[in-house]
């Protein structure tokens, strides 16, 4: 990105700014659609808020984003609000006007384009919401302005959900919220719903935590969403999806609510193929797992294990995953069954995983990544690293190894060679970081990827 004389900024006003995702979304933006707009995030006080709202005004700033701790005080240096902002009482986005900021709040439309977008209609659907913080009245207002049946919103201090419960049926002109102790939730009337759930229950690194322990609750679940995206799955999702219910989380919130407000910004329409491939960035951001590919010999599962012990992750090997799942050797597969039917057994073994897997090591099989439908399975699951081993040395290595089935036979030093050659292009196509290990120890080769992740 070329920044010059015409370049405008655009930028984020919260304490802290540190973890945030919005550059990758709005500067990828910028370089994808060809605007001359950079992204920056301010790291603000809560005592000079509002010297920075005109501060930036002054300096000519296009549009702003707002995070915590800051969304409601803002709204007091605005020129102008849209009804969504002031009917949640908070604003997470600036647009420049003649006359100063005007606030909207994209919160809820980000979330309302995520549940449209997996074919959720929330038009006459019983609504429950965990939670009565400032997300669950976004929620609230979301399921009020778009038909929602009944809103039952749930919380530990009733107070606060029947604040919003309150306010909301007096802004829609309707009484179909109702607040309830989250301790009640048996009392629900017997029936499917929607859940959103609002709370920081289960964000990282408290991923263990629930609001709502009982199995007997997500059998209401008909979809459940977790405004939380980190972890990918948290553990009210994998409880939904025990009891049969969909579950997602709130990771295209955060897109959606970023890419709205690029739109409001510079007055366009964001295609769904953009937003789907920032969403494949944000994916592999936020998973955190670190994936090893590369030849037989490459030292993927040693390495694997050292990296996990130093992260703390878990560590996997889809070899070892299929043999203790299949119980038997990977060699008696081939014997058995064939290559065909073991490389199905990968490709199924990685979509199993990509549902849920996060803070994970994942060793793969040397085949593993040459498979397109595998390559785009592991875009999506973390930082692809290939461990690029020279044939000399794979050879030297794997002198007098029994166990690999597709060197049984004939020479296999050639088929060494003549696999390698066919594979290279292929490991490197997919992959986000390629580390040469001939010459390298293990202890080495985890230092080189910690550095260059």
């Not at 003649?98 to 038009?123: A, C, F, H, I, P």
């Not at 102790?181 to 709370?199: A, C, G, N, R, W």
């Not at 299929?322 to 490389?343: D, H, M, Q």
């Amino acid at each position: 990105m070329m920044i010059d004389g015409k370049t405008r900024t655009l930028g984020l006003l919260g304490d802290p700014v540190e973890h945030t995702m919005s550059p990758l979304i709005h500067n990828t933006l910028s370089e994808t659609l060809g605007l001359n707009n950079v992204y920056v995030p301010f790291h603000t006080k809560a005592e000079d808020l509002g010297e920075a709202v005109k501060g930036a005004y002054a300096l000519n700033i296009l549009g702003l984003n707002v995070t915590v701790p800051h969304k409601n005080e803002v709204m007091k240096y605005l020129s102008e609000l849209d009804e969504g902002a002031q009917a949640i009482g908070a604003a997470n986005t600036l647009v420049r006007t003649e006359n100063g900021y005007k606030g909207y709040n994209t919160d809820m439309l980000g979330l309302l384009r995520e549940v449209r977008s997996y074919g959720v209609e929330l038009d006459a659907h019983d609504v429950i919401i965990l939670g009565a913080g400032g997300a669950a009245k976004a929620v609230a207002y979301m399921c009020g302005a778009n038909g929602a049946g009944h809103v039952y919103i749930l919380n530990r201090t009733v107070s606060k959900a029947q604040a919003i419960a309150d306010h909301m049926n007096d802004f829609f002109g309707k009484q179909n919220m109702t607040a309830m102790s989250i301790q009640d939730y048996h009392k629900l009337p017997e029936k499917k719903y929607i859940v959103f759930q609002s709370t920081s229950k289960g964000l990282y690194p408290h991923s263990d935590e629930v609001i709502i322990e009982d199995p007997a609750f997500y059998q209401m679940v008909s979809v459940g969403i977790d405004l939380i995206y980190k972890p990918f799955c948290t553990r009210f999702m994998s409880l939904c999806r025990q009891a049969g219910a969909k579950s997602y989380n709130g990771l295209k919130m955060l897109l959606y609510q970023g890419i709205i407000a690029y739109e409001l910004w510079n007055d366009i329409s964001v295609d769904e193929k953009t937003a789907d491939m920032i969403y494949q960035k944000l994916l592999k951001k936020t998973r955190d797992n670190i994936i090893l590919t590369g030849f037989m010999g490459s030292g993927k599962t040693t390495v694997g294990q050292l990296l996990s012990e130093k992260y703390g992750y878990t560590f996997i090997d889809t070899d070892q995953y299929i043999e203790e799942k299949c119980g038997c050797t990977i060699a008696e597969l081939f014997s058995k069954k064939g290559e065909a039917y073991f490389r199905q057994l990968e490709t199924d073994t990685l979509k199993e995983l990509n549902t849920s897997l996060t803070h994970a090591v994942l060793s793969t099989g040397g085949g593993l990544p040459l498979r397109e439908e595998n390559a785009v399975e592991l875009a999506t699951l973390g930082t692809v690293v290939y461990l690029q081993i020279t044939p000399e040395e794979v050879i030297s290595r794997l002198s007098g190894d029994n166990t690999r089935p597709l060197l049984a036979g004939g020479n296999p030093e050639q088929k060494v060679r003549d696999l390698l050659t066919y594979r290279t292009p292929l490991y490197e196509r997919a992959a986000d970081l390629t580390i040469p290990v001939t010459e390298l120890t293990p202890e080495h080769i985890v230092e080189e990827i910690i550095s260059k992740i």
